[in-house]
């Protein structure tokens, strides 16, 4: 069985985040790099899904990104992945190129399943897994908190407004991962070693013969100032006042 | 605590640039001498490696010294517990094993050296160690004592407590304010330029760990400590261990490692061979210690996770946990620099604790404020001197301090104490 | 250049949900502005009552069958792509919801849109549509435009009001049920026991520190205001410590990192490894009695006083406002 686990590198947005000078995106240069923390819970089902199989499972993450990305996806490897594919360009790709990217990869890797995070905390789209299955006609479960495979099916608990929905789907299909699926593990020492050894493939993204046409296009950004001045009040009304109409947040 | 733009206060008799333990310490003890004192932090009080320390005590150290500083600090600690309500110091007790002859025969100086000063410390035998540690793996141990009187001083209430002792005496600090730079002037300490405009004092105390190297620099005189940085993980209590709340904190020298309960989990430490080190001049301006996180695929939290698992087999990578990540100062013989430097009167440094600030620093504080206050103290500081360097031209380069902090670091465990080499 | 807006509907087969209200709200004032038209598609088994529902506000298209009874998005999907081509509509808006994540991306994904999420503003200007949405969880607000056309919307309903529109009919959307996939099994839904959501994925907390002396105090305080604002419960690690609150609710350096939209401190002091776990907030309040706490540090607004006396008026006020 093949497992495609697609990753995005990402600023570690527990950060303070700041608004670059031209105001059109953020500051990076001194932000950390991780796996998006939603693709790092996929990679690690997929290892646990690989570690409880009778038949031998693979697991293949994707990365699409400049050589940087090279750190995360040994990062991958070193959790326990068996290799990476690296899809190399300086290009920020949307969640719509994305998918096509990935479709292309798909294609060629013919995976069982593609598991991969629900969104990636730097755009917050939620669309890249949902555009990936439209293209390919696979069925998808988003937002999973649970998932078990028997018998060529995916059985998964998604986590929606209404509560916890069971689905079975047959495979292949393009599963979301959802926070409360699993607490992803750090590299071990032994895999970090391994790790060194096991392939990355890069692919230049004009290798694949793909159109990249952006859906999105942002305009600016802006931040609400981060220096806090406390302002006390002396009522509940007062606050809830400010709460409400200032704050805007209730 | 007020922002420097509403501040009634623009300078003081002494000006304590970094609020973690060692300036809020010697900033309490210099006010309740009846000087002014104004404390100038770049974020929030304790933010840096005082609110991210492990806070193991253990009294018995390599010199009767050390010892007594701590011993010391300890009183303090009591009195500001009388003092502010908080529960500061957990007396857990503290055990140190050996799994060879060489770290046995360790614990036995140790030991004699724990009589001689009548320091309480007992031989503890091996088989009643699985009972008082369930969780700790014990087959291998050939020799253990305990220190029933160590514990830990939880870093989080010792900064508060010092945050409340301190304005109750009337000290004024200034937080969310950068220090840029020390003024100078005729080769004298006269103040600091901030972020937000200039404050005057007669005496100037640079209390700020990782960055006193930094600001020694900005300033025009030269402090050997270095940015190093160190792990540790805390497990989540789970059903099959939970670690009760007086569980001994345990030094595990041979595995590099130290233990202590942390919230019904546990908490293991690493001083690793070949730490992670920073330059802080690389650093943004706003660093946030309190938000450093590690890589997933960090080689010493991989060793961390390898050498923790030594001694606590039920620990692993995917053991429910959290790492936490943080910076210390430390110094080419992991003692701090405590007073002046000959080339500029007026300041005083009090940095590089190596790993021990939280403990170390209410003796510090009154050690700081007798230097200030009368240049002269009566605790035996000949290893902690700041000037102890000064002569030392190599120690001028920072490759070379670099070098020898994380050697330093490196030695912590990995050396044999009171071995002659 | 003219719109034709189609609006996404939810139901619970009874009743539209408020949600998609607020996000007819918008479908309508943009067809408005733009000179176009708006419509409604309503989706499920036996909708008699919420198509009617529905075309009191807008021209409402029912796609009516057995084989739309549960909400599959392979099946929901195939069905909204047909009635966005066969009908030509170039803006597609629904409230977000884990439904319209679910289906709608997957409806864009098959016509081959352009697709923003979250939307919180929306301003049209020389008939193009500058969306506002936030990235970087909730840290910056991004201005940006969708480049092609069909554009697909989910926006915050919190953000938009609803409009009164027209009283139109309905008209049937033909489902050729032999066409639809059958490659998902539906088996139900179970509502969760906490109705308390994710702590590190709530909008709202609100968290607890030594001024509750029990597990009771807390829930009566900390729980309840939460439930009222339908937020995650957070506590200090002092009441983790003492066995107050569980270790899960633990938001700290050693517990969980949280950067909601509203955090709410309540009798906590803000020790600074407490401050590690929420410092990136994006509104902080804190209610304590202590003057110089440093939760106050963080904090944009706040109030020195008794948690006892003002979290129960703040909890009377708040439902007071939700009836």
């Not at chain 1, 719509?96 to 789209?125: F, H, R, T, Y």
């Not at chain 1, 931040?223 to 009040?233: E, F, G, H, L, T």
């Not at chain 2, 009294?59 to 500061?88: C, F, H, P, W």
């Not at chain 2, 030269?222 to 099959?240: F, V, W």
């Amino acid at each position: 069985m093949k497992i495609l686990v697609p990753t995005k590198r990402v600023p570690d947005t527990d950060q303070k985040i700041k608004v670059s000078s031209d105001g059109t995106g953020v500051q990076t240069n001194t932000l950390p790099f991780i796996i998006n923390p939603f693709d790092a819970i996929a990679l690690e089902e997929a290892l646990r899904i690989q570690e409880g199989a009778s038949d031998e499972v693979e697991v293949i993450t994707v990365g699409i990104g400049n050589d940087e990305y090279e750190k995360e996806l040994r990062a991958g490897l070193a959790m326990g992945a068996d290799r990476a594919i690296h899809v190399s360009t300086d290009e920020l790709l949307d969640p719509w190129n994305v998918s096509k990217v990935l479709k292309v990869i798909v294609e060629k890797e013919a995976p069982d399943l593609v598991l991969m995070g629900k969104q990636a905390v730097d755009d917050d789209s939620n669309q890249a897994g949902q555009f990936l299955a439209a293209q390919l006609d696979w069925p998808q479960a988003t937002f999973i908190s649970k998932i078990e495979l028997a018998d060529s099916k995916a059985n998964v608990e998604r986590e929606t407004d209404l509560g916890i929905e069971k689905l079975s789907l047959n495979l292949p299909a393009v599963i979301t991962a959802d926070l409360r699926l699993n607490e992803p593990r750090y590299a071990s020492l032994p895999n970090i070693m391994k790790a060194k050894k096991k392939p990355i493939d890069s692919i230049p993204l004009t290798d694949l013969g793909i159109e990249i046409e952006p859906k999105i296009e942002i305009i600016s950004v802006e931040a609400p100032s981060s220096i806090r001045s406390c302002k006390k009040v002396e009522t509940v009304d007062e606050l809830l006042t400010l709460l409400r109409d200032e704050a805007k947040v209730l | 605590m007020t922002s420097a733009d509403q501040s009634p206060v623009r300078g003081a008799d002494v000006i304590i640039i970094g609020g973690g333990v060692a300036g809020l310490s010697t900033a309490w003890q210099l006010k309740k001498r009846g000087l002014s004192v104004l404390v100038i932090e770049r974020q929030q009080l304790g933010n840096g490696s005082s609110g991210r320390a492990a806070g193991l005590l253990g009294q018995l150290r390599g010199t009767k010294a050390a010892t007594k500083m701590l011993m010391d600090g300890l009183q303090v600690v009591y009195d500001l517990e009388k003092q502010t309500g908080l529960e500061i110091f957990v007396q857990t007790g503290s055990i140190r094993i050996a799994e060879t002859e060489e770290r046995s025969q360790e614990i036995r100086r140790l030991v004699d050296m724990g009589r001689s000063i009548r320091f309480p410390i007992v031989d503890l035998e091996i088989d009643k160690l699985q009972e008082r540690l369930p969780y700790m793996k014990v087959d291998d141990i050939i020799d253990a004592c305990f220190c029933p009187t160590d514990g830990h001083i939880q870093p989080a209430e010792l900064v508060q407590a010092y945050v409340k002792a301190g304005r109750a005496e009337g000290v004024q600090y200034i937080t969310n304010c950068r220090v840029e730079k020390i003024l100078v002037e005729g080769g004298k300490g006269v103040g600091v330029q901030t972020a937000q405009g200039e404050f005057r004092a007669d005496f100037i105390v640079n209390s700020t760990g990782p960055w006193s190297y930094y600001l020694a620099d900005l300033s025009g005189t030269s402090l050997p400590t270095a940015a190093i940085g160190h792990y540790y993980l805390t497990t989540r209590p789970t059903d099959k261990v939970h670690v009760g709340k007086r569980s001994p904190a345990v030094r595990n020298r041979h595995h590099r490692i130290y233990s202590r309960p942390e919230s019904g989990g546990l908490i293991v430490g690493m001083y690793e061979a070949e730490p992670d080190e920073y330059n802080i001049e690389d650093l943004p301006h706003d660093f946030d210690m309190s938000l450093m996180k590690a890589a997933r695929d960090n080689y010493n939290v991989a060793l961390l996770i390898h050498q923790a698992q030594q001694r606590f087999p039920w620990i692993n990578e995917r053991t429910p946990m959290t790492i936490t990540s943080g910076i210390m100062t430390f110094t080419p013989d992991g003692k701090p620099f405590c007073g002046k430097l000959p080339d500029v009167e007026g300041l005083y440094h009090c940095a590089g604790f190596s790993g021990h600030g939280i403990v170390q620093s209410p003796a510090i504080g009154t050690i700081m404020s007798d230097l200030i206050t009368r240049g002269e103290t009566e605790y035996n500081i000949s290893e902690i001197e700041a000037d102890r360097y000064f002569e030392l031209p190599e120690l001028r380069d920072r490759v070379e301090v670099k070098a020898r902090c994380a050697d330093m670091y490196g030695r912590y465990y990995g050396q044999i104490e009171g071995q002659s080499s | 250049m003219s719109k034709n807006v189609l609006i996404l509907a939810e139901h619970d087969d009874q009743s539209l949900k408020a949600a998609s209200l607020s996000a007819f709200g918008l479908g309508y004032r943009i067809s408005v502005e733009c000179e176009g038209t708006f419509q409604i598609l309503v989706l499920g088994n036996n909708v008699g009552d919420v198509a009617s529902e529905a075309s009191g506000l807008a021209p409402t298209l029912v796609a009516d069958s057995p084989k739309l009874e549960q909400p599959i998005a392979d099946v929901h999907a195939k069905v909204i792509a047909q009635v966005i081509e066969k009908n030509q509509f170039d803006t597609i808006i629904a409230a977000s919801s884990t439904y319209s994540k679910d289906v709608l991306s997957r409806a864009c994904g098959i016509v081959g849109g352009a697709m923003a999420s979250d939307v919180i503003g929306c301003e049209v200007k020389d008939g193009d549509l500058i969306l506002e949405r936030p990235l970087y969880a909730g840290s910056v607000t991004a201005k940006c435009r969708l480049l092609s056309d069909p554009k697909f919307l989910t926006v915050r309903a919190s953000a938009f009001e609803p409009a009164e529109g027209v009283e139109a009919g309905t008209s049937t959307v033909e489902v050729d049920e032999a066409s639809l996939p059958d490659r998902v099994e539906y088996h139900g839904v179970e509502t969760k026991a906490s109705a308390r959501p994710d702590l590190t994925e709530a909008k709202i907390v609100v968290s607890g520190g030594r001024a509750f002396k029990t597990t009771e105090d807390f829930e009566g305080h900390v729980g309840a205001l939460a439930d009222a604002l339908e937020a995650a419960a957070g506590s200090s690690r002092a009441l983790v410590d003492a066995g107050i609150t569980p270790n899960e609710l633990q938001v700290g350096q050693t517990g969980k990192v949280v950067a909601p939209e509203l955090y709410i401190a309540l009798g906590l002091s803000g020790a600074v490894q407490h401050l590690a776990g929420m410092k990136n907030s994006k509104v902080i309040v804190a209610i304590n009695k202590d003057a110089e706490a440093p939760i106050f540090e963080v904090s944009d607004y706040g109030i020195v006083g008794d948690v006892y006396k003002l979290v129960p008026e703040l909890l009377d006020k708040v439902k007071a406002t939700q009836t």
